[in-house]
């Protein structure tokens, strides 16, 4: 007789395999691991465990946003299947979210349309659910809401809610890991987050100063999570990432889950380059161009005055000193941002 889907998990934990064999949808299940942790399967790519205990963290991990970047993704399989196998016994409630399941079948960033640009209700804007990614943002927030709004712990004060969305960049990078701290609405940047990234080997963090319609800003903004989109090294298919390079991050990560706390290094900011956007560029007609190679890494700073991209007849100069250039791609929808222009920052005076 074939064996049921929790039977599957709990003798193969392979999540990611069951999410990749049902891309489109998934019925919902649950179950219970020999600790008592409770498993609900709420949708492909959605697995939420409940250890019996609960204890004052609400954790979101996410990955495959993006279906081609693949170290994150193979870094939360790992992770779901040491929990499933009894490896790695949880202190927390965790939700891992395997983001955008038929564009990582189709080894593609996205499908139709870019997942990472539809959070915070822009999935139903203009022609509104028309298609997969627009359906599966809305679905996202939905599943982000549920697994913050349980009742169980809604009572249970103070909650620590935080969501790291793990990606990797299509372009090589001056700093090879680096995090995006969305736009905290002038609120304090937190010092145990920066530390915590450190834990990860990010020492590399891009301050926003506005709004975004990205998945980490959207738990930021919306749920008042501690959220991350964290770059992890370049995109490269399943198979082909050097996962030792990612080490320190797979251990951090592991150990938020399992301990009541993660032991982190006391935070100085001479450890970071820190960098807030200057300005972003966003395309506007089709004939935008990049004016240097695909090889160029981010983070690269070119003289006052280089020309860096063309858009029909306007054209982008560098405009200040150590103006350093970051996720340049000239591929992306008209409207949308086509490369951001960032310098180095501080913290010091804004930081809790
Ligand atoms: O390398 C690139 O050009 C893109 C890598 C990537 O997917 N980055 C995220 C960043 C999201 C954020 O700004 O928080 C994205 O572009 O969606
Ligand atoms: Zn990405």
Redesign the pocket.
Known sequence: MPKSLPEQLLTQGDFLKLTLAHPDSLEPFQFDLPDDTRVSVWDTGVICFEPATLTGKDIVLSCG??GN?TAPIEICAELVQDVLLGRLNLKHRLLVLFGNPPAINAGK?EVTE????LFSGHHSAGEGLVNAERIRAKALEDYVSRFYSDKRVTKMVPRNRCLY?L?????G?RFEKFA?Y?FVHGKSWQKAQLEFLRACDVTTV?L?QTP?S????YASNTHGADA??I?LG??RPFGQNDMSRFAKARQTLRALVSLAEVATEPFVEADFQLYQVYRAINKQTDAFKLNFADDVE?FTSYPVGTVLATDGDIEYRVEREGEAL????AKVAIGQ?AM?MVVPTTVSDNLA
Do not use: C
Request: no cysteine; aromatic share 12%.
């Open positions: 946003v993006h970047e960033r870019n997942l990472n640009r969305d990606h990797t960049a299509i372009r990078s995006v969305p891009l926003m975004a990205t998945f980490s800003y991350f989109t770059e370049k995109v981010n970051i996720f340049p791609n941002r951001l």
